[in-house]
């Protein structure tokens, strides 16, 4: 006998003498079904993967076969993100993913409630979208944000330093709590020598703060972005012109720190003003400072570990949000690194 899903749904579930199980789910709205199974149910076909099921969808139907446990975090899964879609919110593969890592974690919890498990990770809300954390290490990125002056976010690409550090940013901004944001990086090329590159400040910026520009633009509306840029309330500072300012007032992030050096990050560290919040982002792993230089980010984390109001985040390769082949790759090359350093 079907039973009504906490999500708005109805569900049947049919259990083999061999802990196979079949759960058989009803979406009562057929465009937010579509919309959760994926363009040619490649959502769906991202659960098959991770979770070990077979999941067969017909119209606002879909049926998940395969081991109990399996099932049952599908079922959460999918319940968790329809849960997001009659809410109106925006799905995209990270969210399927880091939705999937949830439920792995939480194990059999056949008492699922989609509702509270929304309440479980934080969010950014801001006026153009809401930025939801996707995983464990998100969620804990969030809430230092939120509670300290300085938060260090250490870790692999495709994690999500840049892009929550800016929504904070963002939101600290719209909330009227700074005055403006400053964007910083090292002038550090990956390997390759640029040379002279042409145009005033912005344009010889431009390409080093690429990844902060993308998430602005999408997170503010542009033409806000575009106003802010000329009134300098969104200020493009190069790392090597920020000796003896005092940011007040202000969201700081410095991204790539990974490649500043250590008297590069205490002269950043120390440019702190009142009223103003930092984060610092990078990843070790990709340190492109000349051989032998010590990276300013790891020595700062080492010296500020449990200073108060200092926070450090590090990030694994179990909170890649991007493609997933991304955290193998990751993970490919931390093994590798670990032989590495066994053999010396």
């Given at each position: 006998m079907p039973t009504r899903g906490p999500a708005?749904?109805?569900?049947?579930?049919?259990?083999?003498?061999?802990?196979?199980?079949?759960?058989?789910?009803?979406?009562?709205?057929?465009?937010?079904?579509?919309?959760?199974?994926?363009?040619?149910?490649?959502?769906l076909a991202l659960i098959?993967?991770?979770?070990?099921?077979?999941?067969?969808?017909r119209g606002n139907h879909v049926t998940l076969e395969g081991p109990r446990e399996a099932c049952e975090q599908a079922r959460r899964v999918l319940e968790s993100l329809y849960d997001r879609l009659k809410r109106g919110d925006e799905l995209m593969q990270g969210d399927v993913e880091g939705n999937i890592r949830l439920a792995m974690a939480q194990g059999s919890l056949f008492d699922f409630d989609p509702a509270a498990a929304r309440e479980s990770f934080e969010e950014i809300n801001l006026r153009k979208r809401r930025v939801r954390s996707r995983t464990a290490g998100q969620d804990a990125y969030v809430r230092a944000l939120k509670r300290h002056a300085l938060v260090f976010a250490t870790g692999p690409a495709g994690t999500g330093?840049?892009?929550?550090?800016?929504?904070?940013?963002?939101?600290?901004f719209e909330?009227?709590?700074?005055?403006?944001?400053?964007?910083s990086r090292p002038a550090v090329e990956a390997g390759e020598r640029l040379g002279f590159l042409p145009g005033d400040m912005r344009e010889k910026v431009d390409p080093y703060l690429r990844p902060i520009f993308d998430a602005l633009f999408d997170l503010m509306d542009a033409r806000i972005v575009e106003r802010?840029?000329?009134?300098?309330?969104?200020?493009?500072?190069?790392?090597?012109?920020?000796?003896?300012?005092?940011?007040?007032?202000?969201?700081?992030?410095?991204?790539?720190?990974?490649?500043?050096?250590?008297?590069?990050?205490?002269?950043?560290?120390?440019?702190?003003?009142?009223?103003?919040?930092?984060?610092?982002?990078?990843?070790?792993?990709?340190?492109?400072?000349?051989?032998?230089?010590?990276?300013?980010?790891?020595?700062?984390?080492?010296?500020?570990?449990?200073?108060?109001?200092?926070?450090?985040?590090?990030?694994?390769?179990?909170?890649?949000?991007?493609?997933?082949?991304?955290?193998?790759?990751?993970?490919?090359?931390?093994?590798?690194?670990?032989?590495?350093?066994?053999?010396?």
């Open positions: 708005g749904t109805d569900e049947s579930v049919f259990v083999a003498p061999d802990n196979a199980a079949q759960v058989v789910l009803s979406f009562d709205d057929n465009r937010l079904a579509s919309m959760l199974f994926g363009q040619y149910g490649q959502n098959e993967r991770r979770l070990g099921v077979v999941a067969n969808s330093k840049t892009w929550l550090a800016v929504a904070h940013a963002v939101q600290l909330r009227k709590e700074v005055d403006r944001i400053i964007l802010a840029l000329q009134t300098t309330e969104i200020e493009i500072a190069p790392l090597a012109f920020m000796r003896g300012r005092t940011l007040s007032n202000a969201a700081v992030i410095l991204d790539e720190a990974q490649n500043t050096t250590s008297m590069q990050m205490k002269m950043m560290l120390t440019r702190l003003g009142e009223n103003s919040r930092m984060v610092v982002t990078g990843d070790p792993s990709q340190v492109d400072l000349p051989p032998g230089q010590t990276s300013g980010l790891a020595e700062a984390v080492r010296l500020l570990d449990g200073v108060a109001g200092i926070a450090h985040v590090p990030f694994t390769s179990a909170d890649v949000i991007r493609h997933e082949l991304v955290a193998r790759i990751v993970e490919a090359y931390d093994k590798a690194a670990s032989r590495g350093r066994e053999r010396l």
